[in-house]
C-alpha cells in the first residue's frame, strides 16, 4: 500500500503538498507515520514511527526502510524512542499550563515557525498517516484529519477478507482483498 502511494505521489506530486497559515507549501520527501507495537502483546505501549521516503522509491526501497525503522524500535528499550521522550514531556506539563502550551504551539505552527525538530518527531506533520485496523480483526474506518499539524491523508486499511465470484467462465473462485479507506484534505488537490 504504501509503495503504491509512493507511486503515486511520484506521478502527481500535488498530493504531497499541504496548508499551513493559509498558504500551501510542497514537501520534498514523503513522510509517512504509523503506530505500531514493538511486541505483539496487548500490554505493549503503542509508538508512532515516521519513515521518510522518496518518490522514486521502489517497493524493495519503501519494505526496506520500514523494516529498518521498525527493527530498530524493537530492538531498542521500551519507550525510548524519540516520540516517546516527547509524549512524556508533554505529560509532564501540568494541566492548567498544557492548554497554553498546546495554543502556543498551534500559532508557531500556523505561521510556520515550529520547530522542525519537532514536526520531524509529530505523527501530525507529515504526508501520510497509515493505520491497520486488521490487528483489531475489523474493516477500515474513516478517520477523520486532526486539527493540529499538516497532515493532508489518513489511510486505514483492514482484516484480510475472503470472497466467493464468478470467473469469466462462470465458475466460482475465491479471492482475497484487503479493504481500505481514505480522507484527504481536499484542499491540496482539486480532487482529479
Known sequence: VLAAYVRCVG????????????????????????????????????????????PTDTAGDVYRKIQEKVEAVKSAPADSTNFDNLARA??????????????LL????????????????SPFHGSLYITSMASLGIPPIYHHLYN??????????????????????????????????????ERIVDGA
Not at 502527481?12 to 499551513?20: E, L, Q, T
Not at 508533554?90 to 495554543?103: A, C, I, M, R
Not at 505561521?111 to 525538530?117: M, S, T, V
Request: hydrophobic fraction near 40%; charged fraction near 20%.
Open 148 to 185: 493540529f499539524g499538516n497532515l493532508p491523508v489518513f489511510l486505514a486499511f483492514g482484516a484480510k477478507r475472503r470472497a466467493v465470484e464468478l470467473d469469466r467462465h462462470g465458475q466460482p473462485v475465491e479471492h482475497k482483498y484487503v479493504d481500505y479507506k481514505i480522507v484527504c484534505d
Open 106 to 121: 498551534n500559532l508557531l505552527d500556523y505561521f510556520g515557525c515550529l520547530p522542525r525538530a519537532l514536526t520531524r518527531l
Open 90 to 103: 508533554f505529560n509532564l506539563v501540568p494541566g492548567v499550563l498544557l492548554k497554553s502550551t498546546v495554543w
Open 11 to 54: 506521478q502527481y506530486p500535488g498530493i504531497n503538498r499541504f496548508i499551513s497559515g493559509q498558504h500551501v507549501f510542497s514537501r520534498p520527501e514523503i513522510e509517512v507515520s504509523l503506530t505500531i507495537k514493538p511486541e505483539m502483546k496487548a500490554e505493549s505501549p503503542d509508538t508512532v514511527l515516521k519513515i521518510y521516503l522518496q
